[in-house]
């Protein structure tokens, strides 16, 4: 009896998890990708900023509380990534080339790469935006658990104005259009 008791209550438990699990699934059989990146993502909109500190490739740190009254674009990318490699010319042509001369920085900083991966991949592509490492994750861990490319822009006062992940065009234009209105909406 004691032993038939105990059994059904492991299956009552067992039974509990496979349901419980059930329920995070989609109809498709799959976790919910929003849900996924919403809880992987550390930060919102109207957040100050996590300070972190890179190294970029051309041996400068990149501090972000030392770049406080400037617009601010940080993106976290990899070179493995299809998304980030398919982001980055317009990152280059639609962003760097177009405010670099405004009261704007910029930092693409690779996730978990090392600099000889990185480099020469960039000099290859003929990129000229700020590019920095983080090999560790350490800096990218304060804004995120998981999912490149991410896009952070930060106001002059350190809080977030826009943030994304992945690369789709549209959410891209509305990135473009938050750097223009917080540099006055003229640049």
Known sequence: ??????????????????????????????????????????TRVGDMAPDFTVTRLDGETFTLSALRGKVVLVNWWATWCPPCVEEMPFLQSLVWDRFKDADFAMVAVSRAEKREVVEPWIRNKGYTFPVAIDPDRSSYAKYAAAYIPRSYVIGPDGRILFQSQGYEQAEFAAMIETIAQALGGGV
């Open 1 to 42: 009896m004691i032993r038939s008791l105990r059994t059904t209550l492991v299956l009552a438990a067992v039974c509990g998890v496979v349901l419980a699990a059930a329920c995070a699934k989609t109809k498709s059989g799959h976790q919910d990708p929003e849900a996924e990146v919403q809880a992987a993502t550390l």
